[in-house]
Structures are given as C-alpha cells and as structure tokens.
C-alpha cells in the first residue's frame, strides 16, 4: 500500500520497482517468479454513520522474493522523498486462459499499474503471459500460423462476453455474444514461419498458449460432444479485434470425438 502521505501537489511522483539486481520503471514489463494463490480480506468501513462489512476475493502472486517497490517524490529531477515498501505478494489481473494455474510455481510477465481506491494506492501486477515452471517453454510443442495447418487435441466449453457498443457488462445493456474456447490437452508455443514475418499484419509470436478461441467453418460438436476430449484441424491467427478472448484464435476446418 502506498501512503497517500507522499502525494504532495505540485510535484511529480514517480514509482519504481527493485529486486537483487534488477531496477525498471513502473511502466516497463517485468517477469516475475512465484505461485499464484487465491486470497480474500475483510473490509469494515463506516458510511454515513453506519458499519458496512464486505470481503473481497482476488488472486496474488505469492514471489519467491519479497518485492520492494520505492516510491519517490521528485522535483525538478531531484529527489526529494522515497520510502521503501516490502511486498510478499502481489495482487495480479489474471487473464481467464490461466486460471488453471493458481496453485502452481509460476513465472509470469506483465507490467505494474496503480489502482486508487477508498484504501489508497494500491499496485496490481497486470498479466500477459504465464508460465508454468514444471513445463518450460522450450519443451512445449511449437506450432505456426496460418496458412498452415495445423492439430491439436483438448476439451470445449461456451462462455458468453460483453459485445457492442461497449464491450463491457452484458448486464449494463451490451449485447451477449457466444464464444467458444479449446482447452488445450498440452499447452502449445506459437510462431511465425521463417520468412513470413515481414508479410504477417497482425500475429506475433505466443508462448504457453493454453486456450484457444475456435471459430468452425461447418458445423459444430453438440453439447454432448463437448463434454469429451476433441481433436480439431485447422488454422492459427492472433487476436487483433474486441470480439477475440484469448490470445490466439483457430479456424477449425474439421474435428472428430476422440
């Protein structure tokens, strides 16, 4: 928690990060190492003369190194204030297609943002990737985009986002749109192919892809059929629009039950 203390007007406050032998700015992506935990406090506070209680529920990351993120207050280039704050674990923003991780050692990469709320500053780790430390990233299959071809093997389930206008709350009025995902049976490293850089608008490289967002060309499994392990064919393209909920996205040209 970062003491509101330190927020003096006129001044620019600046955060920074620091580990043994790393320093970055707050902004930049970092890696971290540790497991991932879900965890819950109780918040008591008084409104209007009244005692409200409430729990909230989120996910951190507990590192294998305390954090200490120094905040410092900065004039004209010189600093003024800092203070040094230790964290055993970090409260992440952990993306759906990693859920199956909490619990595990872990490496994740992100970058760090501020949340301000009734309790002050608070840090939260912002995730892109994660990395289960049992499975390195080099001993993961890699498979390329389209227009290759390409299989693989996993379980189907629907879920339903925010659509348009806002993509935000299908109870604040935006409409439901269905989307299908693959969970993968063995998580997967996904390239460009060698020369096709230069030619590619919009897929970069992904590791430990876990999920996938499907779209089939024909026709689909039934709700029976999506309670069993599939296997699909098909090509691989990366999200680039709202409408795309994971990482990575296959258009599925055919499948059979296995």
């Not at 498979?143 to 109870?171: A, K, N, Q, R, W």
């Amino acid at each position: 928690m970062l003491k509101n203390s330190f927020i003096l007007f006129f001044l620019f406050a600046s955060l920074f990060v620091e580990m043994p032998g790393y320093s970055w700015e707050f902004e930049q992506n970092i890696t971290l190492v540790g497991v991932l935990r879900r965890a819950e406090r109780t918040i008591i506070k008084n409104s209007n003369g009244e005692k409200e209680t409430r729990t909230e529920r989120s996910i951190v990351l507990v590192t294998d190194k305390p954090l200490v993120l120094t905040h410092s207050v900065i004039l004209e280039k010189q600093q003024l204030a800092s203070s040094d704050i230790s964290y055993p674990h970090i409260g992440v923003h952990l993306p759906q297609e990693f859920i199956s991780l909490i619990g595990k050692r872990v490496q994740c990469s992100g970058t760090f943002r501020k949340t301000f709320d009734f309790h002050g500053d608070e840090i939260v780790f912002d995730v892109d990737v994660v990395l289960d430390c049992a499975q390195p990233s080099h001993q993961l299959k890699t498979l390329f985009y389209e227009p290759e071809e390409i299989e693989v093997s996993g379980l189907l389930h629907e879920t339903i986002y925010p659509g348009p206008p806002e993509y935000m709350s299908v109870e604040m009025g935006d409409h439901p749109e269905k989307v299908v995902i693959l969970t993968l049976k063995e998580p997967i490293n996904v390239a460009i192919k060698d020369g096709k850089e230069l030619d590619d608008d919009f897929n970069e490289p992904e590791k430990g892809v876990r999920e996938l967002q499907v779209v089939f060309s024909d026709s689909e499994p039934s709700t029976l059929q999506m309670k069993k392990e599939i296997t699909v064919k098909g090509t691989l393209y990366h999200a680039h629009t709202a409408h795309h909920h994971r990482r990575v996205l296959m258009m599925i040209q055919g499948w059979r039950a296995n």
